[in-house]
């Protein structure tokens, strides 16, 4: 029966097959940014007429895309505001024991990360994190995964909690469904969170090993080759620009920053003027340092590892490479970084260790972290872009709460009981809530519009297109009647049990949005062929592909925490294993309990 099945696939199915068999190259290769491998994919069905246009771009008027934009608001607004910094200050006012610190870290992480979006908790908390650990003589590697972890649990409990519950809702509606109520999920993922704490609190201790962060990895060896020259008055550069005094294009060495009667110029440009007595903060192999010494104009003033990077002044700075960057593939040269940012790299961290060789010269990868100097206001222009996923400042206080939190508070809640009670539906409470960030002068528009992450948005409806052609062209059907071959004995469970584990390998090697768009469509196939319920199917999806914890770049707070932690990619087995076993065991015990096969 199964092999029939089969002979009787059309070329459509085939085709569609090969698009998304590239689309997964693509990703987990990654080739292409998500967004734009998934507006390929949709061309390419869409040529050869396997689905009409309004099939194709139906995703962009779908309530999922739209959903998430708005909460993409709500956010800019928690982080610029601050709005959870009185949760985040409590964490860290106490000493206490590893597990101790670990649960005071991980239960208001998730309950946080119930209503408000990962990204914006973690980025606060990760230069918190390193600072408290460091603070007592603890490896902050011991903290920053299960605080990733942590958002990551606190996601499955409510339906707003990450962007792959409203993906999953979205197909849903697409499939002519009703979408995820605001609590629906909360039956599985709340036992899943509370297991999944539990497992954080008992095993962390034990199985993530002690790293040296690249904060401390990057501060500590930059050191080793950080030298400070001074202008010598009448001489050769006293008068001169940088360039002039060819300091711009030093073989191997750098000009990071000017000190100049106690203030600091950095990042340093070509027409930067030099004076006598100015001191010069070069960075650079230690070799190559000692070329400076011959440099006519320029005295030692014999003061190595002069450079102090843990400042109240904020000019350093570690960011964190992500998957939509415009560095990604390049090497600092090729992006003009210097002229680019107004700021400089003088260290990268990859996979526990720092990056030996030339700076110009080195392909930058997802999860790198960068080592910057710049002016304070670095953080402020790059911050909502997504060049970065993380700016962490290395000196200084973190900010506290603005006078805006209030209000950003107030609007939140607002939005989760006008949700949650079903006065309004989710998509209209959300955009609601958008509206009043900006109505109340939290955010301006234009602050407003570059806290959208747009490749997410356009990701994720692009993907819908996708998952549009692979029901219309009978791939999720030929596809679902093999799962059905390979798991169905008889057994509901064992069919349900194929497609947690496809999504759970899925996952891990692509976005966990796009893996809940590709199995989506062959998990509801698979349930109508063999007369089960398609929401429990739709919902097992969610549940799973919303929690990513084998690999960095499985989820975007995984990779955020990646080189601050200074972990090695193989970590991520360590704790994530379990948690990936719990997750797993509770989606297939509970599922059929609350919506029964």
């Known amino acids: 029966m199964g092999s029939s099945k089969v002979d009787l696939v059309s070329w459509e199915a085939w085709y569609t097959l090969a698009v ?18 998934f507006l390929a994919a949709v061309v390419a069905v869409l040529v050869p007429e396997i689905i009409e246009p309004s099939q194709a771009f139906s995703g ?58 990962t990204t914006p908790i973690v980025t606060m908390l990760i230069p918190q994190v390193e600072r408290w650990s460091e603070a007592r003589g603890r490896s902050p590697s011991r903290y920053l995964m299960p605080l990733s972890f942590a958002a990551i649990l606190g996601g499955v409990v409510t339906v707003i909690g990450t962007a792959t519950n409203l993906v999953v809702s979205g197909l849903f509606v697409a499939e002519g469904m009703e979408p995820i109520g605001f609590f629906e999920i909360t039956k599985v993922g709340l036992p899943m969170a509370v297991i999944g704490i539990g497992v954080i609190v008992l095993l962390a201790p034990v199985v993530i090993p002690d790293r040296r962060s690249a904060r401390q990895e990057m501060v500590e060896d930059v050191r080793q080759y950080a030298v400070e020259m001074s202008v010598a008055p009448g001489l050769a550069l006293d ?87 415009p560095l990604l593939g390049k090497t600092l040269k090729e992006i003009g970084f210097r002229s680019r940012y107004q700021a400089a790299v003088i260290a990268i961290h990859r996979g526990g260790h720092q990056v030996d060789g030339k700076l110009g010269s ?69 955009l609601l809530g958008a509206v009043a960030i900006v109505m109340l002068g939290v955010l301006t528009p234009e602050e407003a519009r570059e806290s959208v992450n747009l490749n997410v948005v356009v990701m994720i409806a692009a993907a819908l297109g996708l998952a549009e052609a692979m029901n219309s062209s009978g791939l999720a059907e030929a596809v679902a009647d093999r799962v059905v071959d390979l798991f169905g004995d008889g057994s509901s469970i064992a069919v349900l049990l194929g497609v947690v584990l496809a999504t759970t390998i899925l996952k891990e090697f692509v976005t966990t949005n796009a893996a809940a768009v590709l199995i989506f469509p062959i998990a509801i196939a698979t349930a109508t062929s063999l007369g089960l319920d398609p929401r429990a199917f739709g919902m097992a999806v969610a549940l799973t592909a919303a929690t990513s914890f084998l690999t960095p770049i499985g989820y975007q707070t995984n990779v955020m925490v990646y080189g601050p932690g200074g972990y090695r990619f193989t970590d991520y087995l360590r704790l994530g294993g379990p948690l990936t076993l719990v997750t797993v065991a509770t989606t297939m015990i509970l599922v059929p309990v609350f919506w029964p096969l």
């Open 239 to 325: 008068g001169k620009t940088v360039a002039g005094g060819r300091l711009r294009d030093l073989r191997g060495v750098f000009l990071a920053e000017i000190e100049r009667d106690g203030d600091v110029i950095a990042p340093v440009t070509p027409d930067t003027m030099l004076h006598g007595g100015d001191l010069l903060h070069f960075f650079g192999m230690s070799d190559d340092i000692v070329d400076l010494q011959a440099t006519p104009g320029l005295v030692s003033t014999e003061h190595h590892h002069v450079v102090e990077l843990d400042t109240t002044r904020s000019n350093y700075f570690e960011a964190v490479v992500g998957e939509a960057s």
């Open 20 to 37: 998304v068999a590239i689309v997964v190259v693509i990703l987990v290769r990654d080739l292409l940014p998500p967004a734009g491998a």
């Open 362 to 430: 080195i392909r930058l990868r997802l999860g790198d972290t960068l080592l910057i100097v710049a002016d304070p206001g670095f953080r402020r222009r790059w911050k909502d872009h997504n060049h970065f996923l993380l700016i962490a400042p290395l000196g200084g206080l973190p900010p506290g709460a603005s006078a805006g939190a209030r209000r950003t508070g107030l609007v939140g809640l607002g939005v989760v009981l006008l949700a949650a009670t079903g006065i309004t539906s989710l998509i209209a409470a959300v």
């Open 60 to 117: 962009f008027s779908n309530p999922a895309p739209i959903t998430i934009a708005a909460l993409y608001i709500l956010a800019g607004a928690v982080e610029k505001t601050g709005a959870v910094t009185p949760l985040v200050s409590s964490l860290f006012g106490r000493n206490g024991s590893g597990r101790v610190a670990l649960a005071r870290i991980a239960i208001p992480t998730t309950t946080a990360s119930a209503f408000l979006n």
